[in-house]
């Protein structure tokens, strides 16, 4: 286990050095990351503004919605999007033999490899919109409804990241998958609203298909104190069964991997 | 003599470009499939109690996200991507050395990526109907045509404005990521999320002193059967490319003076 803190380390000191090349990188993503959440504040208030609510969901307790998917959005461009992006040119330059063949779990090295700064913006920003929303709300952050809200965040991670790497590990049969984990991105956007607002069929499709219910809606429910026992429960499970999933999923991938020839 | 070399090479780019991206149709169906906005969005506003004040029946909410969908496919730009691999692979050398301007390569391309589209497209929008049989509509044999020429306008003024900012590719590596820069706007102002009637006044004014509402809004309300000032709207999107054109002229004129090849 320390052998993994150790080359995570390295990893992530190589790979910053690398992205601080680009400085000026960093405004761009500062102020995307703010025009989003400012673009998305404004959708908000389209519904707000004509004094309906979204699914019965208060302004505040909305925002902090918002939060956690800028939270989890920025945690997408940090870790998720650099890593498991290269799965698909290591399968089609066969360069994934030598991911094979060092001596570190491949699915460790192949979902940890790099760390890009440029998703921190989303990181501090949608964690200070949750605290001030939260706080706004009028949440009390006894030490119980900070272990479940904790709990759901890193559940809602951990779905996050299987999703994604199933469908990046999918490129063992598909050389050209990418633009599956595109159709993920866009479909998560969803993500930017309480579940009940949508309508009913959507919301047992977000819920059950792509669950984007445990992503961003059951965490600030948790955050805001409210959270149920069985959709606590539900979302523990669905966190477990998806790590998994993805687990034996790159198992079974593997199995079809015949290396690239020219 | 001229007219006719010049559709001799329009024909061969265009169909060699359209039997390269009939080779990736998986791919581009998956670039179809992530532009369901429109129907989250629809899913969104359809929820709310649309009784009173929205201005818009639900019909008509479902109608004008379906043609945004639409209007968005076959106005989507990505030509800074290809421009920044192409540039960084080292293949712009050869491109440049033809007797042909580079950019046509890339309209194209992205001709041909439409027209691989277009089943997919026209399969989702069936199926639309399917699940809403309400919101069915024929919609006018002058609306159609007015509704292609102004998509075909919007993606014009898409792709200049794209190819603008692509210019930056000359001068540094990661220009793309200005893209996501130019993006905002667009999402925000263009009538993705909301058609611009249900902004409050003050936004939907600064909104079309912007070129964004034109590229998916006037179209897809065109299309959707709603009124459209459509004069002004083509005379604005004219006005948008009068301004862009030089621009793009004279930053591609400094920028091949700058340009020296990648190593591959």
């Known amino acids: 286990m320390g052998r993994y803190f150790t080359t995570l380390r390295v990893f992530w000191i190589a790979s910053l050095t690398a992205e601080l090349e680009y400085k000026a990188n960093f405004l761009i993503e500062l102020v995307a990351t703010a025009g989003n959440l400012v673009g998305s504040l404004f959708v908000l208030s389209l519904f707000y503004g004509r004094g309906q609510s979204l699914g019965g969901w208060s302004w505040e307790a909305a925002l902090v919605v918002l939060g956690v998917y800028t939270l989890l ?19 089609r330059t066969g360069s ?38 939260a706080w706004k709300a009028g949440a009390i952050p006894a030490p119980l409804t900070l272990l479940a809200a904790a709990l759901m965040l890193i559940a809602s991670l951990m779905i996050l990241y299987s999703l994604w790497f199933v469908l990046a590990a999918s490129s063992i049969w598909f050389v050209k998958i990418w633009n599956a984990t595109e159709v993920l991105r866009s479909v998560l956007v969803a993500g930017r609203f309480p579940v009940s607002a949508f309508p009913t069929g959507l919301r047992a499709f977000f819920t059950f298909v792509v669950p984007v219910a ?31 999933v993805s687990r034996w999923f790159w198992q079974f991938a593997l199995r079809f991997y015949t290396s690239a020839s020219s | ?82 421009f920044e691999e192409d540039n960084l692979n080292g293949r712009l050398s050869p491109y440049l050395l033809q007797p042909l301007p580079l950019v046509w390569r890339y309209v194209a391309a992205h001709l041909s990526e439409q027209a691989t589209r277009l089943p997919f497209v026209a399969m989702l929008v069936g199926l639309f109907f399917l699940l809403y049989p309400a919101a069915f509509w024929w919609p006018s044999v002058s609306a159609v045509l007015l509704a292609v020429l102004a998509t075909l306008a919007a993606f014009a003024l898409r792709f200049l404005m794209q190819f603008t ?15 996501r820069l130019l993006y905002l706007p667009y999402l925000y102002l263009s009538g993705l999320v909301a058609p611009l009637a249900l902004y409050p006044e003050a936004v939907r004014n600064f909104a079309f002193w912007t070129p ?9 309300r065109i299309l959707a059967g709603e009124p459209v ?18 621009i793009n002229l004279l930053l591609w004129r400094r920028g091949l003076r700058h340009y020296s090849a990648m190593g591959a």
């Open chain 1, 73 to 91: 959005e920025g945690i997408t461009s940090t870790l998720l999007q650099p890593n498991l992006s290269t799965i698909v040119a290591h399968v």
């Open chain 2, 165 to 179: 900012l692509t210019m930056v590719c000359f001068w540094s590596e990661r220009a793309s990521a200005l893209e």
């Open chain 1, 96 to 133: 994934l033999d030598f991911v094979l063949l060092k001596p570190i779990d491949s699915q460790f090295w192949l979902s940890a490899r790099t760390f890009s700064p440029w998703g921190l913006p989303g990181i501090v920003l949608g964690a200070a919109l949750i605290g001030f929303a």
């Open chain 1, 214 to 244: 445990f992503l961003t809606t059951v965490p600030a429910e948790a955050i805001l104190g409210q959270a149920s026992g069985p959709w606590l429960l539900a979302g523990g499970a669905v966190a477990m069964a998806s790590v998994a």
């Open chain 2, 212 to 220: 964004f509402p034109y590229m998916i809004d006037v179209p897809a």
């Open chain 2, 1 to 82: 003599m001229k007219v006719a070399h010049a559709r001799r090479i329009a024909a061969v780019l265009l169909s060699s470009q359209y039997a390269y991206m009939l080779e990736y149709r998986a791919e581009i169906v998956l670039w179809a499939l992530s532009g369901v906005l429109p129907f989250i969005m629809l899913g969104l506003w359809s929820a709310v109690d649309a009784g009173d004040g929205l201005g818009m029946s639900s019909l008509q909410l479902a109608r004008y996200f379906l043609a945004a969908f639409v209007v968005r496919q076959f106005t989507i730009v990505w030509v800074m991507y290809t």
């Open chain 2, 229 to 246: 000032a459509v004069g002004p709207s083509f005379a604005a999107m004219a006005a948008w490319a009068a301004v862009l054109l030089p």
